[in-house]
């Protein structure tokens, strides 16, 4: 049933429409995953190369926040990668990546959490935050340890350089929480 699910949405074209371009679904994990990690949707840079975060907020994310190596993150034990969107949705007339389109979320996201048997949720950014804790304040949620399905959930800041302001704002997080975070992280990966 996974594979099957993994295999549609490889192929889903659903958005062609809306984005005026061929989608590329970008799916990444296993069905016994210790970690799923969900962020908003990928970027160009991700839409070309079809492996999630080989870009700038990749490499916050994997070797400052984590201090972990790709064969680490990559290792499909060890992360399935999710967002709300699996392709990247374009540009909007300003210039900025658009907005994930909810359709995703609601024809595979869900099917797909259902699936997998993780251990630990991380989600990424306040969009994904909204979805999963639509009444919480996101700094609430990023400073504490959270549950969804009974599960020891993570809520991170976006790590793309846009979003360098919070994290400024915050310093707590770079000082304090995102150790408290590579911990828990670390110990999920290296259970056995
Ligand atoms: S964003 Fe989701 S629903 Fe839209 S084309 Fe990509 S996989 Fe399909």
């Known amino acids: 049933m996974f594979s099957a699910l993994m295999k549609d949405i490889q192929k889903c074209t659903y958005c062609e429409e809306r984005f005026g371009f061929t989608p590329h679904p970008v799916v990444w994990g296993a069905s016994d995953s210790k970690i799923v990690q969900i962020s908003q949707a990928p970027s160009n840079n991700v839409h070309n190369s079809l492996k999630p975060f080989t ?13 972990i190596t790709d064969e680490v993150f990559y290792n499909q034990d060890n992360f399935y990668i999710g967002a709300l969107a699996h392709c990247y949705p374009g540009k909007d007339k300003k210039g900025n990546d658009r907005l994930p389109p909810k359709c995703c979320f609601k024809k595979w996201v869900i099917k797909e959490l259902e699936c997998v048997d993780n251990q630990l949720y991380i989600i990424i950014g ?11 304040s996101f700094e609430d949620l990023v400073f504490k340890n959270n549950y969804l399905n009974n599960k020891l959930t993570i809520v991170l800041p976006h790590p793309s350089p846009l979003n360098k302001r919070w994290i400024k704002k915050h310093p707590k997080f770079l000082d304090e929480r995102i150790i408290e975070i590579r911990k828990i992280i670390n110990e999920v990966i290296n259970k056995i």
């Open 126 to 136: 306040a969009k994904a935050a909204k979805v999963f804790f639509p009444n919480d």
């Open 55 to 67: 870009d700038m907020s990749g490499k916050t994310l994997k070797y400052e926040w984590y201090q």
